[in-house]
Every structure is written in C-alpha cells, then in structure tokens.
C-alpha cells in the first residue's frame, strides 16, 4: 500500500451537489481502478440529521446515475463511507468530527493523513479553516486543505479569505480547485510544448498574430440562477478558468516539471498582464445577457429562476487581454465565454501570421487545441484529428493519446493524494488575476448595460464580433 494513498476525506458539505455528482463519483473510479483500496474513509459533514447508513444510499444514489456496474461494488465502496452531522459555526462539532476521524484512522489504518474538502459555500471557508485548526484537527500525517472556486469575489475579498485561511494552513498544504487544469488537455499544452520544439520556437509575438480562447456553453444557467446572480461570466469563467488556459498557453519553460517553476512562470505572465482603465474597459470589453431564442421557446435570463427582472449579470463577455512581457508585447488575446451559445465548445485557437514561414510552416497557420475531448477522447490540432493528421508540425506525445478520458476530479484527487500542487491555482497567480478582473468589473458596475442583448442560440452580442473586426482579425470558432 502506498502510505500516501492511505487518508481520511472529510468533506464539508458531504450531502451537497458536488460532493455527489463530482467526488463520490471520482472517488468511486479510483476505487475500482485500485487506487483507493483498503485504507481510506469518507466523513461526510453537513447540518441535515442522516445516518451512515443514509448517507451511504444517497452515495449509492448518485453513483448509479453515472455508471451501470454492479451495485454490489457501489455498496461495498459505500461502507468506507460515514456521515457526522455538523454546524460550522460550532465549536463541539468539530471535536465530534477529529474524534470520529481518529477512530476511523485506526479501523482502515489510513496513516494519519487527513484532506479536509470544502464543498461548501464560499462564505464558510475561512470559519471552517480556522476551526479544523483552532479545534485541533490536525493529524500527525499530512493535513491538506482542497477549496472549491470560487475563492474570493474581487481582490479584497480573496485577499480576507486567504488572510483567514492561512493563518490555519500553510500555502504549501493549499489546494485551490480550478478544474480546469484537471483536464487532460489543459494538463497535455505544456507537454505538447515541450515535445514539439517549432511549435515552441513559433509561440511568441513574431510570429503569433492573436490567440482565442472560447468556453462556450449551450445551455442557460439552468438551477443555479441564484448563484449565477452573484457571479457573472467574468468572474465565474475568466478570472479562473480562461486565466489558466492562457497561462498553460503561454507561460515560459514548458518542460519545467517542478510546481514551484510552473508556477513562477505563471505568476511571472499574470504580473505582466496589462490592466485595462476605465476608458480601455469600454473598448476591450463586451457584455451580453441572453434573451430567448428567435423561436422564444427558452427563458430569457432574466426570466430564470431567483433572477432578478432587471439583473444587469452578464451571462456572455468577450474581450482582448493584453501582455507586457517581451514574449507577448502586442499579441492580443481574444477571450469569449457565454451561455446559450449555438454549442459548447471549449477551445483554443492560436493564429500565426505570415513570418512563420521562416520556420517552414504554413503562412497564417492556425493550431486548434480542443479542451474538451471530441467522443471522449480526440483531440483536434491543425484542424485535424491527430488520428489521422498528416502534418509533421506538431506531433501528440504518446502519453497525451489515451484513449482513457480521465475527469477532471479524478486526477486532481490523485495528485492531492500525491501532494503534487502543479494542477493548483496559487496565491500569488489569483492575486494578479483577480487585479485584473476588478478593473473590469469595477466599470461595469458603474454604468447601467442595455440587457438582453443577444437571443439565445447565438454568437453573443454583434460587439463582440466588432472587437476583432477591428483589428483585421475574426474568431476562428464562429
Ligand atoms: N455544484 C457544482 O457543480 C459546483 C461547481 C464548482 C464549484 N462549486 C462550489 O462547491 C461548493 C459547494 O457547492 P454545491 O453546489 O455542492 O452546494 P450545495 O448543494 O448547496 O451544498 C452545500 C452543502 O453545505 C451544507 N451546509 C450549508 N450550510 C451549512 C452549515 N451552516 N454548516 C454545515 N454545513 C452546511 C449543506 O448541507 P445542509 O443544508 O444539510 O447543512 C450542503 O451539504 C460551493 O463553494 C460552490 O461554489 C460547486
């Protein structure tokens, strides 16, 4: 047994949505596999009064949703699972939850390690941090402390959040979900740089004309109305995930395989982003909120659940980030993510221009990466299935061709396990990123938007086409 993979999850918010349509299930996978065998326990927390053995059925529940295997496995990984019911304002319930824990340790010999998850709103998480400490939860072991996004709302916020949580825990023991870079692709851009030295060399402002990224999303904001209503696209989609798209893109040294210089390299692009003034906001930035479609079969934003009739959230931006670093100085970074778009899509377009001649590619080449695998496990470059791809510029490196598609939990599970934090989203990295959203977002919030103004099923707002059209480009993906 390998001692690293021995520990005792305890999960806040253990009877949650994401605790069950995304842990259980990847905790679930790794059981099977044999990564997760014997010394593990689950200690789901939340206030609702259920048993174990409750608890257990609604695992069992939302396993069966995701897959058909037999139901006695689903059992048999459901007795590594047991419930506390918690208040995270009360001080006695986490001495219930460290003396249950120690129990559970020595019945499944789990190593004194401890993964403290919160899958809990965002507002508990320091209160949650300070009590595991202040209470002395806090195993011999490792004790290693897994935030859902998103963390923080703006620069202050985040910055009081990480005030309060490291007092508890230190930056070395933080693992800031962005699950974005749990995915195979996103994880697969350094290593694609590293393997193919033209691509690498032809990566910088000679010779790259602009770079696009889209996550576009078909569907409306469903049943989270309520929270979308305290987010937006901007903060729920750029601060974060495109952030980090880009910093895979192009940040420097790909081949660096030590976290610490990975994320050096991603700071060092995020210190050099070039934050917009009010003015710059007006030009660089557009907002969009759906309306129905042409059809008016599907609910306007405005009309969704817990939405306010005359929300001014934006549930569609696009925008053109912009680097001051020698290796991206003028190349613009187009950005786009909304919802009710025609299909969901996430992708990254990178366009040469002409000179890329010199290094004997194609003039105006551009290089699609899909992050989200095509049939569970395609990746399109050049255009091309690289099944069947006849150019000789960039090749897939053999470990990127799995055919096994990995979700994004599953692998960020095993390297909290591992302590390997390159799949993690610093301090430092959101600090820059959140600087820069702020920007934005501090505009916005000064001035009134014409909301609805793009139907649903569409490209977004006409502005958003404009933005590049202005500068002599246009999106790849359209
Ligand atoms: N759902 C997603 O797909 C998703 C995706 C990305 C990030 N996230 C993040 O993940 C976190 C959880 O989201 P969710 O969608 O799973 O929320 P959720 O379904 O509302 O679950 C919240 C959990 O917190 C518990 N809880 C609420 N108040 C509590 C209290 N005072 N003390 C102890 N437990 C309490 C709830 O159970 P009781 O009511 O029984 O206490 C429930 O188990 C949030 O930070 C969210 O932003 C979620």
New binding site residues.
Partial sequence: MVKERAAIFII????????H??LYPSLFRLYKSGFLKDHFAVIG????PWSDDYFRETVVTSLKESFDDDEAIMKEFAQHFFYQS????DSEHYIALKNLAAKLDDQFDAGHNRVYY?????R?FGTVAEHINSEGLKAEGYNRLVI???FGRDLDSACELNGNISKAFPEDDIYRIDHYLGKEMIQAIPNIRAHNDKFEEALNSKYVSNIQVTLAEALGVEDRGG?YETAGVLRDMVQNHIMQIIGAVASDEPEATEAKVIHKNRTELFNSLKVLTPEEVDKDFVRGQYDTDELAENKAYRQEDNVAEDSQIETFTAGKIQFNSERWSGVPFYVRSGKRMPAKSSRIDIVFNEKVEELGIRPNTVVTLLIEKVDGHKVLINGIDYKDSKQDFIKLPDETKTDKAREAYESLIIDILAGNRIHFTLWDELRSTWKYIDAIRQRWDSQTADFPNYLSGTMGPDSAEMLLERDGNSWIWD
């Fill in positions: 806040f918010g253990g009877s949650g949505d994401l605790a349509r995304k927390t939340a206030r609702r918690h208040d995270v304002n919160m899958a809990i709103a965002p508990f859902e996004k998103p929270y």
